[in-house]
């Protein structure tokens, strides 16, 4: 699976939105961009993820470049209750259900 | 739906014992992995596990091992534990465990190995 470089922290406002980007420069034409997040000490939680399109869902949207080289999720309206580790992985369409984690992103949203 | 369940859900051990943690799946799911979370290595993939078949396996030691029932049930298995087993782990199912699909991730079993 390609390798995803994230910026380790970022903080964000309450009610603004926060962009979180992720690079993923060696990304090939059948791997997936996922985005998780982990709340302290839970189970990582599924936010979306997409192939070559933009998606968005009721949590989020995420915004990929059109040489697919890097994305970006956005957190339209940022609560309290979005701090937390966000991790972007790139994942092959191959049968397999192995995911690799990075370091994340360390957002915390501040009133 | 019921999401996928973990137990227990803490658990603390001495050194030279074996563990084992269940993981239930969502219903329907046939898709079952494994991971370890530490705050030295961060989340790291153990195995997976499809038809009752591992499919896939982390750079892990042969001490961690697993096993998954014909009702998709899975459980892991460490051995010989030592101190740095200490860790959160974690289990996740999916459908088929296809590329497209979304893996969903449980609470978590926390081992304390002392």
């Known amino acids: 699976d390609a390798k995803t470089t994230q910026p380790p922290s970022m903080d964000c406002a309450e009610g603004r939105a926060a962009n979180l980007p992720c690079n993923h420069s060696?990304?090939?034409?059948?791997?997936?961009v996922y985005w998780y997040r982990q709340i302290h000490s839970q189970g990582p939680q599924y936010i979306i993820h997409g192939l070559k399109n933009n998606e968005t869902n009721e949590m989020a949207s995420l915004i990929i470049t059109e040489d697919r080289k890097s994305s970006t999720l956005i957190l339209p309206h940022a609560t309290l209750r979005d701090t937390a580790v966000y991790y972007c992985?790139?994942?092959?369409?191959?049968?397999?259900?192995?995911?690799?984690f990075g370091g994340g992103t360390r957002v915390l949203v501040k009133p | 739906k019921a999401g996928v369940t973990q137990t227990p859900r803490y658990l603390i051990k001495t050194r030279g014992q074996q563990v084992t943690l269940s993981c239930s799946p969502i219903?329907?799911?046939?898709?079952v992995s494994w991971y370890q979370q530490t705050p030295g290595q961060g989340l790291q993939f153990l195995f997976e596990?499809?038809?009752?078949?591992?499919?896939n396996k982390g750079n892990f030691p042969g001490r961690f091992s697993g096993r998954q029932f014909s009702n998709s049930r899975s459980e892991m298995n460490v051995s010989t534990l030592e101190l740095g087993d200490s860790a959160l782990y974690l289990c996740?199912?999916?459908?088929?465990?296809?590329?497209?699909?979304?893996?969903?991730f449980g609470p978590g079993t926390r081992l304390l190995v002392l």
């Open positions: 219903s329907g799911h046939r898709s």
């Open positions: 596990y499809f038809s009752e078949t591992q499919r």
């Open positions: 992985i790139v994942r092959a369409k191959a049968a397999g259900n192995k995911l690799t």
């Open positions: 996740a199912s999916s459908l088929e465990g296809q590329g497209g699909e979304t893996q969903y």
């Open positions: 060696t990304i090939s034409g059948n791997e997936y």
